[in-house]
C-alpha cells in the first residue's frame, strides 16, 4: 500500500468520525438539553425529540465504527 493511499484512508476515517461528532451533537445534546431544559414542552413533544436523539446516536455511534473499520485496512 502506498503512502498517498494510507493517508487517504486515515483522511476518510477522520472525516467519517467528524460526521459522526457533529450528529452527535446536533442531533442528540441539543434536542436532549432542550427537552431537560425546557419545561414546557408537551409530552408528545418531548418524546419526539428524545426519539430523535436516540436515532442521531444510534447513527453517531455507527459513523464512528465505520471510521474505525477503515482504519484496520492500515494493519494489513
Do not use: Y
Not at 500500500?1 to 441539543?30: C, D, H, Y
Amino acid at each position: 500500500m502506498t503512502e498517498a493511499v494510507r493517508e487517504r484512508v486515515k483522511l476518510r476515517a477522520n472525516w467519517l468520525n467528524g460526521i459522526s461528532v457533529a450528529t452527535f451533537a446536533v442531533g442528540t445534546l441539543a434536542p436532549t438539553t432542550r427537552v431537560v431544559s425546557d419545561a414546557v414542552l408537551s409530552t408528545e413533544t418531548a418524546f419526539g425529540l428524545l426519539l430523535v436523539a436516540a436515532v442521531c446516536l444510534a447513527l453517531a455511534v455507527a459513523l464512528h465504527f465505520f471510521a474505525q473499520r477503515e482504519l484496520k485496512v492500515l494493519d494489513r
